[in-house]
């Protein structure tokens, strides 16, 4: 095998047929976009190249910055609820009882379909039989807000259900990394004195610091491009006012018939996501790895 | 060695490369003489048996009349389908025969040279048959691209039940209105339901204000730039939207409903008023799903007349819903421009007893065993003295998207007439 290996027409051909999918699934339709960029085109009929205009535009679109504002919103809300999950699942992992039942009911909402989702939060929005205005005004509160059609509740209201979307997802993580730690090292410091506190800050957290890198890219640029709640729950509206960069992208690619303005915010989007990337990873690095 | 790992690469690859024409062949021929037409439509039979079964009967009647020729269908639901349509038309797959939106969806499509001309289809007796104004809907430059199924148009459903209960009475003038919204309020009624999430719902209420103060032509001449939005008569149309909101005449939360959620309330006799297109009468007349209690409860008006406006009070927003469109690039034209003359004909016939739709042909009420509001409607539709078609369809896609987002902010209160109106001579000036 090793005399295999060494010919480099042999790698070429293991490399090849996943290098070709990758070539054709990625790698082209991002440089297609970015040269739809260049065109006004309503995706029907001919092209014209305009130059760098759509991206010039782009730089002073107020909706689309007001977007990007929107999605940077999420962006750090999802980093700070991380936290949150980083907490649910020390405790899990702490060999509480019942922790196998609770981990799988955080698991379901990331088993059902974001449109489900979207559609039982909507259900518990809705202004005037929803769950969360009824329980309002069993509470005694007078007029409880339409939650998604106030401009400034809206986002917020939106932010809840996507949050609970993915916790089980990084709960999970966070369980598996936890549970990857040997007892013994645990043990150690617990002979030594540790109070589960300090167990938890300067051992368990530093020995899953990969993972939690890891969960940190995914999550925000998970959310610099979200899209399918959000889609499905409000279109982005009240006016605007809950709309993300991908929303605001299908809008005019496919609402508007921009479709060269849309290629435009796709590949802003991208630069984006890639900029958020190498900055995390630029902030989270250390300079050894730990090991058992 | 060498030789297999050779083979087995070739294999994945061919395995990924393949597959690819298998759908393109048809268009030509299927078997032996036998021409093939394509058709794409939205009415799948688990959401719109109705349509669906419709559309069956009349491509059977149409094969068995034409032996030598096979109508194809592909069945996609409203969204997928005016997505599928666009994608097809960017790469010359569109099918033979499919449906259209009218004005400023069907544009592009023209413009990109896609769709073929119809007027040979129009002459004679079949271009007699619609009614005036719709195929006009469908037309660029005086040229017919499209041949309208549907007629809609919109008056204002009320449910008798909440008014006799209010000792409310149909109002005739706008004033008259705005005392049953105050009073429905006072009495802890929601006068009006509106799914402003879709503001082209909003949009219609903005259109009859427009209508009743300026007449039937300010508005359309605002969108066609040989008149402005500054119109005061424009302006006024959107402060009494602003106007209604402050009476707490809608739903509340409307601009977070979706029409059909928004449905729910007149539905359940909570709201009292709602507008829609008179596609939804089947829900107040033949649906058996409905209760037939409540369907006998709902009468409809049509929008009272503004002191010191210009409206008419029969004059209407509505206009065609789907038309039937025939591939430019068709290899089959001209069976396919048969085949649609054939299908507007059938449709005529039976639609309006078969799906509750009214079609854009003439109609002959006295032949026809219909429910009472259906003779109703379709009688005020013949006295109509203008169709104005939905400012939304009217204007170009990307003017629509912004015309749909100042309605949102309108209702919600975030702008005020004024910059309503100068937004949208923004807009619209910006494209021309």
Redesign the interface.
């Given at each position: 095998m090793n005399k295999?290996m060494s010919n480099k027409w042999?790698i070429a051909?293991?490399v090849?047929?996943a290098l070709?999918?990758i070539l054709v699934l990625i790698y082209v339709p991002i440089i297609l976009t970015g040269y739809y960029g260049l065109m006004k085109w309503?995706?029907?009929?001919?092209m014209d190249f305009i130059g760098l205009s759509n991206y010039t535009k782009l730089l002073t679109d107020d909706d689309f910055w007001q977007s990007s504002l929107n999605s940077l919103l999420l962006a750090i809300f999802s980093l700070l609820s991380l936290i949150g999950y980083l907490a649910i699942s020390l405790v899990l992992a702490a060999k509480i009882k019942g922790a196998d039942l609770l981990r799988k009911i955080y698991l379901i909402p990331m088993l059902l379909s974001s449109v489900a989702i979207a559609q039982l939060w909507?259900k518990i929005?809705?202004?005037?039989n929803g769950l969360l205005n009824s329980l309002l005004v069993f509470f005694g509160v007078d007029n409880p807000p339409?939650?998604?059609?106030?401009?400034n509740l809206?986002l917020g209201a939106i932010f809840v259900p996507i949050i609970w979307q993915y916790a089980g997802f990084y709960i999970l993580i966070y369980y598996a990394a936890l549970k990857n730690i040997p007892d013994s090292v645990i043990e150690a410091a617990k002979i030594d004195g540790a109070s589960p506190l300090q167990i938890a800050y300067k051992i368990k957290l530093p020995l899953i610091m990969g993972v939690i890198k890891v969960t940190i890219v995914l999550s925000f640029v998970g959310s610099l491009k979200y899209f399918d709640l959000i889609y499905v729950m409000?279109?982005g509206?009240?006016?605007?006012a809950s709309e993300v960069i991908a929303s605001y992208m299908y809008?005019q690619a496919?609402?508007?018939?921009?479709f060269g303005y849309g290629s435009a915010v796709g590949f802003a989007l991208l630069l984006f996501c890639l900029l958020a990337t190498v900055v995390i990873q630029r902030l989270t690095r250390t300079d050894d790895e730990v090991e058992y | 060695?060498?030789l297999l790992?050779?083979m087995m690469?070739a294999i994945?690859?061919s395995g990924?490369g393949g597959g690819d024409d298998a759908g393109d062949g048809g268009g030509t021929a299927g078997g032996g003489d036998k021409v093939t037409v394509k058709m794409m439509h939205l009415w799948p039979a688990g959401s719109s048996k109705q349509h669906h079964g419709i559309v069956e009967d009349i491509i059977k009647q149409y094969e068995e009349e034409n032996p030598d020729v096979k109508i194809e269908t592909e069945i996609l639901s409203n969204d997928q389908y005016k997505?599928k349509i666009?994608v097809l038309?960017?790469s010359n797959q569109l099918p033979d025969v499919g449906l259209t939106w009218a004005a400023g969806f069907l544009r592009?499509?023209v413009?990109?040279?896609?769709f073929a001309a119809l007027d040979d289809v129009l002459e004679g007796e079949l271009g007699e048959s619609f009614i005036s104004g719709t195929t006009e809907a469908f037309s660029v430059d005086g040229k017919a691209y499209g041949l309208p199924l549907e007629l809609n148009i919109a008056p204002i459903y009320y449910n008798k039940r909440i008014f006799e209960e209010n000792n409310l009475e149909v109002p005739e003038t706008f004033d008259d209105f705005k005392n049953v919204v105050k009073t429905l309020v006072d009495n802890g009624v929601t006068p009006i339901t509106v799914g402003?999430?879709?503001?082209w719902t909003g949009s219609m209420w903005y259109m009859y204000l427009a209508d009743r103060i300026g007449g039937k032509e300010t508005l359309t001449n605002a969108i066609n730039r040989s008149g402005s939005f500054e119109d005061p008569a424009l302006v006024q149309a959107a402060a009494e939207i602003q106007n209604l909101v402050d009476l707490g005449a809608f739903?509340?939360?409307?601009?977070?409903?979706s029409n059909e959620?928004a449905k729910g309330?007149f539905m359940n006799e909570?709201a009292a008023m709602y507008m829609m297109g008179s596609w939804e009468l089947p829900n107040f007349t033949t649906n058996e799903d409905v209760p037939q209690e409540f369907k006998d409860q709902i009468g409809f008006f049509k929008f009272p007349l503004v002191e010191g406006g210009k409206g008419d009070i029969n004059s209407f927003v509505g206009g065609p819903g789907v038309g039937l469109f025939v591939s430019e690039n068709s290899k089959v034209q001209q069976e396919a421009k048969d085949f649609v003359k054939f299908f507007v004909q059938k449709w005529g016939e039976v639609s309006v007893t078969g799906a509750g739709v009214i079609p854009a042909t003439k109609v002959d009420t006295s032949q026809l065993d219909l429910p009472e509001m259906f003779i109703d409607v379709l009688d005020e539709l013949n006295k109509a003295s203008n169709i104005t078609l939905y400012a939304d369809v009217q204007m170009?896609?990307?003017a629509?998207?912004e015309h749909l987002?100042?309605i949102?902010?309108l209702f919600?209160k975030?702008i005020t007439a004024e910059e309503f109106a100068t937004r949208h001579e923004e807009v619209l000036a910006d494209e021309e």
């Open positions: 295999v042999v051909m293991y090849l047929p070709l999918l309503d995706g029907i009929g001919e909507l929005y809705h202004p005037s339409a939650w998604l059609a106030e401009p809206v409000t279109g509206g009240p006016n605007g809008k496919f609402n508007s018939y921009n | 060695m060498l790992l050779t690469t994945v690859l990924c997505e666009k038309a960017s592009p499509y413009e990109g040279g896609k402003n999430k879709e503001p739903v509340k939360g409307y601009n977070g409903l959620e309330p909570k170009s896609a990307s629509a998207q987002n100042l949102q902010s919600g975030e």
